[in-house]
């Protein structure tokens, strides 16, 4: 199964046992692996995959030695309203091992069946919004955002009632921790303030290890200060990418900052600052624009449930980091897109600006800055192309160019160095689409051909091409259904 150096552990099981429920996963049946991730396999010290042996695993009809599957506990707010009966209703963490580089990974089956914790749920998971987190959680890894991972995908024969009947499928995700910012509003609401102390001190022992060696009082008005600002960073990353997550409740904020929970997300096409990816979210109350303040909002969800831990001060002055974090890494991350090396007090102005003007004339968010990431090589074209409006371009470019030459830096160095930062290729819709379409037609090179070019999103694959073009028609605005 794997090579000696790996570890396997089960710490959460460690907590109080109302933090979970043991829960066997229910068989499916005609199991087929559909992806496995190699690459992420061996990182985690599993060298000698035996995909049948892990098919067996995804569809719930086998379990490793040392598997222990359990579904967590937890609460969160949703769409701001409070919602007490949460938990892991479909999805079992299965046990948590540590690879050769000492990371730890939370093995996570997701559609593994019903749970105490699924209300009218069925515990199951479809193969289009499978393949759907497996995508997009492996594309912001190469983007070099914080995520969790996918270790592999099984279909199953299974039907599963959603609009109409689907393929049943699970998903292996892996991360540091499935630890969320709701778990910790259980412990305060449901089980008190030793329940929060036993949590905060398990997450920062096994996630903040560097925090361990201050006192106490210290220790946790620290940690909150840092995750509160990996928080704001992330979502910072998030803004600057076009990614728009689609459900920000808190039962889906990660209490380590990875981008968790794929469910109606969408990359921009077309900028429009107001974007609403889930349809369900008719008040666009996580609309693109309002994402920096929602991961605010979360915070203030996490603090209140702290309050037992922390004296009112020190979270008042943790929540106080994130505007920080978040305009500190946005506007870095920003400048790094337009090749701003040398910062200016105006830079803010043309960044704020720069995305009103994609507002105003629904450019395409990505190939613009690629576009720009390669001007004085190639000319303007590829940005004024994207301008129906070509005057708009003309105007906004001879700004920027004016900005350019208050640069240092030589022409091609700063090429280079934007091409490292504007990907090239993005998961959009349409192209998940695609996958899924064939995918459920039994024809999964699509998926696989995907998930190859979305490994390098920064790099000029001339074979890949069609990849990086603006969507097709049928491709834009597409409905997507946010069932699950
Ligand atoms: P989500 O909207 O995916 O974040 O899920 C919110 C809650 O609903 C979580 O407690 C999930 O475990 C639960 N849930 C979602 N889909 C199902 C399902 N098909 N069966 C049971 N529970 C589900
Ligand atoms: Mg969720």
Same mark, same amino acid.
């Not at 349409?430 to 379409?437: E, F, P």
């Not at 490994?455 to 605005?477: F, S, V």
């Given at each position: ?18 933090? *979970? ?8 049946? +005609?199991?087929?692996?559909?992806? #496995? ?42 769409? +701001? ?35 105490? *914790?699924?209300?009218?749920g069925?515990?199951r ?10 995508l ?49 509003? *259980?412990?305060?609401?449901?089980? +008190? ?46 803004q ?16 380590? +900052? ?6 109606p997300?969408a ?21 693109y ?6 991961? #605010? ?39 790094? /897109?337009?090749?701003?090396?040398d ?18 004339h ?38 920027y ?8 830096v ?40 995907l998930?190859?070019?979305? /490994? ?22 597409l ?6």
């Open positions: 199964m794997s090579d000696h150096t790996i570890r396997i552990e089960h710490q959460y099981l460690d907590l109080p046992s109302f933090f *979970y429920s043991r829960v066997q996963p229910s068989p499916l049946n +005609g199991a087929k692996m559909v992806c #496995f991730n190699d690459e992420l396999a061996a990182d985690m010290g599993f060298h000698s995959a035996n995909k049948d042996q892990w098919t067996a695993v995804g569809a719930g009809q086998k379990l490793l030695d040392g598997m222990d599957p359990v579904a967590m506990k937890y609460t969160g707010h949703q769409f +701001g309203v409070y919602n007490p009966e949460l938990g892991d209703g479909r999805g079992l963490l299965m046990w948590e091992t540590i690879g050769p580089d000492q990371r730890r990974w939370d093995w996570h089956l997701k559609g593994a069946g019903q749970t105490p *914790y699924s209300r009218f069925d515990g998971a479809v193969l289009r919004s499978s393949i759907r987190e497996y997009c959680s492996e594309a912001m890894h190469h983007l070099g955002i914080p995520t969790t991972r996918a270790l592999f995908l099984v279909s199953a024969r299974d039907p599963v009632r959603r609009e109409s009947f689907e393929t049943a499928a699970t998903l292996m995700r892996v991360a540091q921790s499935h630890i969320r910012f709701g778990h910790f509003e *259980y412990a305060a609401y449901h089980q +008190g303030k030793d329940a929060v102390k036993t949590l905060a001190d398990h997450t920062i022992r096994l996630y903040f290890p560097d925090l361990m060696s201050l006192p106490e009082d210290e220790r946790y008005r620290q940690w909150l200060a840092a995750v509160v600002e990996r928080t704001a960073r992330l979502i910072a990353d998030w600057a990418v076009g990614f728009c997550h689609g459900v920000m409740n808190s039962d889906n904020m990660s209490i380590i +900052g990875d981008t968790f929970d794929y469910g997300y990359f921009l096409d077309d900028f429009d600052a107001g974007y609403i990816c889930n349809h369900t979210d008719q008040g666009g109350r996580y609309a624009n309002r994402q920096p303040q929602t991961g #605010f909002v979360n915070c203030q969800y996490l603090a209140s449930s702290l309050t037992s831990l922390i004296p009112e001060d020190d979270i008042r002055s943790a929540l106080r980091r994130y505007e920080q974090a978040y305009n500190g890494r946005f506007l870095q991350t920003m400048r790094d /897109k337009l090749g701003l090396t910062p200016l007090e105006d830079d803010l102005s043309l960044i704020m600006d720069t995305f009103s003007m994609l507002h105003q629904n450019v395409d968010y990505t190939l613009f800055f690629r576009g720009l990431s390669t001007l004085s090589s190639r000319g303007p074209s590829t940005v004024r192309d994207l301008f129906i409006n070509r005057s708009a371009a003309d105007d906004w470019l001879q700004r160019r004016q900005r350019l030459s208050q640069e240092t030589d022409d091609e160095r700063r090429e280079r160095a934007m091409c490292a930062v504007n990907p090239k290729y993005i998961l959009r819709n349409y192209l998940a689409q695609q996958a899924i379409q064939d995918a459920q037609t039994g024809q999964y090179d699509t998926l696989h051909e998930l190859d070019v979305l /490994k390098r999103p920064y790099d000029d694959q001339p074979q890949y091409e069609i990849y990086a073009k603006l969507p097709p028609n049928w491709g834009k605005h409905n997507i259904s946010c069932s699950s």
